[in-house]
């Protein structure tokens, strides 16, 4: 039996769906997983060549790919770099840049400072007291936005990375044109695109550090199903367009919801919603009991949502949080 006090597995990051299926074995199936901040209306790709998974990824798609990023972002093709996803990215970046003390806020994505940590880096919250700034801007998990003058001013004093995983959703908030000197800037497709499993993100940054991630990853960081799925996408602005407003409908409505259930909404952005509640814990376990994951944090108050999809899936997280079946 599984105690609120045993929520340390799913504390780390959302998406550990095989270690609810061990914790809750008589849970209904298939679960529920709305621990991510992943798009629920994946993007409709074209139907993939399987024999391009017999040879090795084609550098000119790669070129590709990435002409395509770099429009959709406003740089040009040689202050970009396709990733192994934005995990794959900030797992990288550490090491190359070399800080010795990086500020990073409290409140964040945890990986991050795990990063920078394993490079040998000393992790701090003021960033007045260290040469290398990180940022999530919209931030995970609470969606709060750092001003472009305030991160700009930082880059033209230090290294200051800017996490953008959730801007596609946002693109307002993005900085993502102005990489470069001492600015850099991660983006990931998996989100955004509701395709994680392609494991494809971005570096946005100075031609010289570009070079020097590519020459770390090699000739082939990603495969090609990723190729041709930036290729496509990054130039589907219609569907972009009404996916953002789609999204933005459906945060609105998660908050309706978790309001009801009697959960205060903190923030998020349109693919997820933080909430709070003195029950949180006994919440998440209602819900797992229910095959519904969500995200609970050290915080033990907290909980973290992502957006349902279909229309049964509404009707079974507002039945799960009302304590009735699904």
Known sequence: MVEAADLATFRRHGGRLGAAEACFPQAPRPWLDLSTGINPRAYPLAPFRRDALRRLPDPAALARAEAAAARAFG??????????????????????????????????YGGHGEAWRAAGAEVV????????????NPNNPDGAVMSA?????????????????????????????????????????????????????FVLAA????????????????????????????????WASRTRTRLAAGAARLDRVLRRAGLEILGGTSLFRLARSPEAPQIFLQLARAGVLCRPFDDPARLR??????????????????GGLP
């Not at 993005?174 to 494809?200: M, N």
């Open 149 to 201: 003058p305030a991160i700009l001013h930082s880059a033209s004093r230090r290294w200051t990375v800017v996490d953008e995983a959730f801007a596609d959703a946002h693109p307002d908030v993005s900085i993502a044109a102005q990489a470069g000197g001492r600015l850099v800037v991660l983006r990931s497709f998996g989100k955004f695109y509701g395709l994680p499993g392609l494991r494809l993100g």
């Open 125 to 136: 919250r003021d960033p007045a007291a260290a040469d290398a700034w990180l940022v999530v």
């Open 75 to 108: 740089v040009t093709p040689d202050h970009l770099a396709a990733t192994s996803g934005g995990e794959g990215a900030l797992r990288l970046l550490p090491w190359l840049l070399q800080a010795r003390r990086v500020a990073i806020a409290a409140d964040t």
């Open 305 to 322: 949502f992502g957006l349902p999809g279909a229309g049964r899936d509404w009707v079974r997280l507002t039945s799960a949080l009302t």
């Open 207 to 238: 031609p010289q550090l570009i070079a020097k991630i590519r020459l770390a990853q090699g000739d082939w960081p990603v495969g090609p199903e990723a190729m041709a799925a930036a290729t496509h996408a990054y130039a589907d602005e219609a």
